[in-house]
């Protein structure tokens, strides 16, 4: 195995961006994506995922491959192949999406593995970082490598797979400060990738035994969150009913060291809602049903509609005309301080209000307005709207949407609905 001199990112999205940024510090590190704005952005020193901030990449950015060539660390954002082709070890985190019917989509990742497998040599290391079940890495890249390098697996390269672990919009628990899992393909390598990481991650790694049990550690972490969001959504609705506050339930019951402090809420993002799915995929293809994974999945799914009914009937309670009703939609992202409107299921929301024949306006000051239409059709803004309100809908607890005066912005009778039970007394009702 050559020794990592020069490291290759593919994918700068969320994932692969703040990791590149991290090796850029200590190897000479090249990203590269096939999206040319992305990538005329960063030479910019522009991330529009705010995930990492303009000074950050200029201490690391360097200009053109000829100076890369002659430093011993920096960044180089790239969509050239040719950049790439001297590299080392190549990095891949792209995404891992799931199509209409919630079946794995794991063409970006396939295509990744064509591309690296145009460059790939003789003693080169290629480390997955995205999300998987058991067996992909293995069993579906590893050939395509082969095929389209005409190299032998664990003979002329090795590979690896290191789960990626970025939360979006966390400034405190960024990705040097999260224990990071590594496995490779040979205990050689293992060690060889294990070392690699450990060299930014200040916290530290975790050495898995093989690269199943690293793909199948990362499918769980999520799987895991979405049942535990699933019980307390089943729980509000519960409550709802009985006429119970939530909230003062589960602050009750965290008083208890056990307790585990989870909230009702949308679950949407490109991770915790779509993460189950693989891990319930293969499980079906080795002929067992996952009774939990997928029960949790349909409550968690279901909760735009439980939104909107109850939005529904405060608005028909409270005499309000539906059809002519105009709606303020708080917050379009998946989660909040976060730009990142990838599977959010506030577009659900919204899909059922307007069923109702209500009149929506969107207001988020993080969601680019731009990629909002091209993802959703939706028009969105990220001005505060100079308008009047039957309905306020606070779907994202964004800071600005947290403390903004909403008096303002109501009509003399009105709803406000409060999905993230941040509102206090403000709020009609909350989730």
């Known amino acids: 195995m050559n020794s990592p001199k020069i490291i290759a990112v593919i994918g700068l999205g969320y994932v692969g961006l703040p990791l590149a940024l991290e090796f850029s510090k200590k190897y000479r590190t090249i990203g590269f994506d096939v999206n040319a704005k992305r990538i005329n952005e960063l030479k910019n020193a522009n991330d529009t995922t705010l995930e990492v901030d303009s000074e950050a990449l200029l201490t690391v950015l360097v200009p053109n491959l000829s100076v890369f060539q002659q ?23 792209v995404p891992t999406p799931t199509d209409k019917n919630n079946r794995p989509v794991l063409t970006p990742l396939l295509k990744a593995s064509e ?34 390098s005409g190299l032998k697996f664990n003979t002329d390269f090795f590979v690896g797979y290191s789960p990626e672990r970025i939360n979006p919009g966390d400034k405190e628990r960024t990705i040097t400060k999260i224990i990071k899992v590594t496995s490779g393909s040979t205990s050689e390598s293992a060690k060889a990738i294990d070392d690699l990481y450990q060299s930014i991650i200040e916290v530290g790694t975790h050495m898995a035994p093989s690269i199943k049990v690293a793909e199948a550690a990362k499918v769980i972490e999520n799987a895991q969150r979405d049942i535990n969001i699933a019980f307390v959504n089943e729980l509000a609705k519960i409550f709802n009913l009985l006429d119970i506050d ?16 989870f909230k009702p809420g949308l679950v949407g993002g490109h991770c915790i809602g779509v993460d189950p799915y693989y891990l319930a995929q293969k499980a079906q293809e ?6 939990i994974i997928l029960a949790g999945r349909r409550l968690n799914d279901s909760m735009a509609e439980h939104v909107a009914t109850e939005i529904l009937k405060l608005v028909v309670k409270k005499g309000i005309k539906v059809k002519t009703s105009k709606v303020l939609i708080l917050g379009i992202t998946f989660k909040e301080n976060c730009p990142d409107v990838r599977n959010t299921k506030v577009v659900d929301v919204v899909t059922h209000l307007k069923s109702y024949g209500m009149n929506l306006t969107i207001y988020d000051p993080w969601a680019n307005p731009l990629e909002v239409q091209e993802a959703y059709k939706l028009k969105s803004t990220q001005n505060i709207p100079e308008d009047t309100f039957d309905v306020i809908v606070l779907t994202v607890a964004h800071k600005e949407l947290v403390h903004l005066d909403l008096k303002p912005l109501l009509k003399h009778k009105s709803v406000v609905y409060d999905v993230k039970g941040v509102l206090g007394t403000i709020a009609d009702a909350k989730l």
């Open 246 to 261: 939530t909230a003062a339930v589960l602050k009750a019951a965290a008083t208890k060291w056990n307790f585990l402090p």
């Open 115 to 148: 591309t690296v497998g145009n460059v790939l040599k003789k003693g080169d290391i290629v480390i997955y970082e995205s999300t998987v079940y058991p067996g992909v890495t293995e069993d579906e890249c590893v050939p395509v490598l082969e095929t389209i």
């Open 71 to 93: 430093r011993s660390s920096g960044f180089l954002p790239s969509v050239d192949l040719m950049d790439i082709s001297d590299a080392n070890v190549y990095i891949i985190t």
């Open 286 to 291: 080795v002929g067992y049903h996952p009774e």
